[in-house]
């Protein structure tokens, strides 16, 4: 996968390698975890700044009222990648486990029903979204400018949903191939494109946040393109050969593939749409604390993004690795990767971290209009606060990893779940009407991380996973069991 030298591939290798040194991780897992780790943790930023750049120039071009608007509509548009990730939560499980057992006919099966799944499932979220946007975004706020804009924005960037699903669906099934390096080019080079585009519409076309719509929704068209056509033809040209390629012509309805992807991805769909439905009652309260808060914290979300895309390659890595092995029937070996990945995982969030605390300012400063806008102070201690949190998610993301390939994934819905809704939420509550203030912000991001991060860590430490994978592997490595 290292096919040229790349700055983040060597970041994470000096850091593996520094623990290998230390005698707490295997050189060689350090080495296949950070080939397939760094491809998807530069998607990661990839889009999360593409994210972060929308949030920077609506705010120049428009003000803050524009930022407020965009991050009142975020947790809709969020409900792509719930649903997205859901379903393809499911596709790396079968998909990796069936790689490693050379089952490809049965992976094309999983493919196919993964697409057909995530279509479904998210077409009625786009005709709400055009049909209801300024309904839905005044469920969260009484501020008549920042509910104007941030419909403007949702009713285009709805069309975009199915697409956005499809792409994570493609994506996964790249990495669950051994193939993160592919997956990067595609939604990398798309989150580039969507840069160039919104910027071409919001100061070129002078269409504020409808431009930044737009060009969310055209990037996406760009990247399920590339998805379709690389997997049906086994190459994409520009980019290269993909590792599978899939007869598009094939069976849809696959029963058995499609109630496997449900009962796997709908555990992780509701994990990621903790994250999305918790914005709401969040950004409610956030209101009460007034407009200037509401951008802080947007762009402190935005921040947060960026910081956490390790997370996103070391558990999908983790995912890969471990359901590879699981699928030849090795789960010792499988268990030794997830040890390994989490240790990993920890330590390049720890580096990461106090790197952005130490630009905490600076990077602020990028998305208001000015260092004097009334937002910076308050986003820049929020920033500081996300950058103590963080850290835990490298347990929690690196411990869901196995979990997630193995097909137990109740665990970490409900860690998620208790981590926000029942301890961050009523935080952030306690600070809008106390004297704890934004206090309770601070520490409403240190429970999203920490409670799942404990609760996951004792799941994998309890070693159930390994057994209830046995009901996901291929028919080929079920017969040697």
Not at 61 to 86: D, E, K, M, Q, Y
Not at 207 to 233: R, S
Request: a neutral charge.
């Amino acid at each position: 996968m290292s096919r040229v030298p790349n700055p983040f591939r060597l970041f994470i290798l000096y850091i593996g390698f520094g623990l290998a040194r230390l005698g707490l991780i295997d050189r060689h897992r350090v080495v296949r975890t950070t080939d397939l780790a760094w491809p998807r943790i530069v998607t990661g930023i990839a889009r999360m700044s593409k994210n972060a750049v929308d949030v920077a120039m609506v705010g120049v071009a428009v003000g803050t009222s524009a930022v407020a608007g965009v991050g009142f509509a975020g947790p809709f548009w969020g409900l792509a990648f719930s649903i997205g990730g859901g379903v393809a939560g499911g596709t790396i499980a079968l998909v990796s486990q069936r790689y490693g057992a050379e089952a490809f006919r049965e992976l094309g099966d999983a493919v196919r029903a993964s697409t057909l799944l995530v279509v479904v499932v998210s077409l009625p979220v786009s005709v709400l979204f055009w049909t209801y946007p300024h309904e839905l975004i005044s469920l969260l706020s009484s501020n008549e400018r920042a509910i104007d804009l941030g419909a403007d924005y949702l009713r285009i960037v709805g069309l975009g949903v199915p697409l956005a699903g499809l792409n994570l669906v493609g994506s996964r099934v790249l990495v669950g191939c051994d193939d993160a390096y592919t997956a990067m080019q595609v939604r990398a080079g798309g989150a580039v494109a969507n840069i160039f585009l919104s910027a071409w519409f919001i100061f070129g076309m002078g269409w504020g946040v409808e431009g930044a719509a737009v060009g969310t929704v055209l990037a996406n068209v760009i990247v399920t393109v590339g998805f379709a056509v690389g997997l049906a033809w086994g190459y994409l040209p520009g980019v290269g050969a993909f590792p599978v390629r899939i007869d598009p012509f094939g069976s849809y309805l696959n029963a058995a593939m499609l109630r496997d992807l449900v009962k796997i991805g709908l555990p992780v769909g509701l994990r990621n749409l903790v994250w999305t439905v918790a914005e709401f009652p969040m950004l409610a309260i956030l209101d009460v604390f007034g407009e200037n808060t509401v951008a802080a914290f947007v762009i402190a979300r935005r921040i947060w993004g960026l910081m956490n895309t390790p997370g996103w390659g070391f558990g999908l890595a983790s995912s890969s690795l471990v359901g590879q092995e699981l699928g030849v029937n090795d789960p010792a070996e499988a268990e030794a990767y997830a040890r390994d990945i989490i240790r990993f995982s920890v330590a390049t969030y720890l580096v990461s971290s106090v790197l952005i605390a130490f630009f905490a300012t600076d990077i602020v400063v990028l998305f208001a209009e000015g260092p004097e806008s009334p937002e910076v102070p308050i986003a820049v201690t929020l920033v500081y606060a996300a950058c103590f949190a963080v850290i835990f998610q490298g347990v929690s993301g690196g411990a869901a990893g196995p979990l997630d390939a193995a097909g137990d994934t109740k665990v970490p819905f409900a860690s998620q779940f208790v981590g926000m809704f029942c301890v961050s939420i009523p935080l952030a509550y306690l600070g809008a009407t106390t004297a704890l203030g934004l206090w309770g912000l601070y520490l409403a991001f240190v429970a999203e991380t920490s409670i799942p991060a404990a609760i996951n860590y004792w799941r994998f430490r309890s070693g159930k996973w390994k057994a209830i994978s046995k009901a996901y592997r291929p028919d080929v490595a079920a017969s040697d069991d």
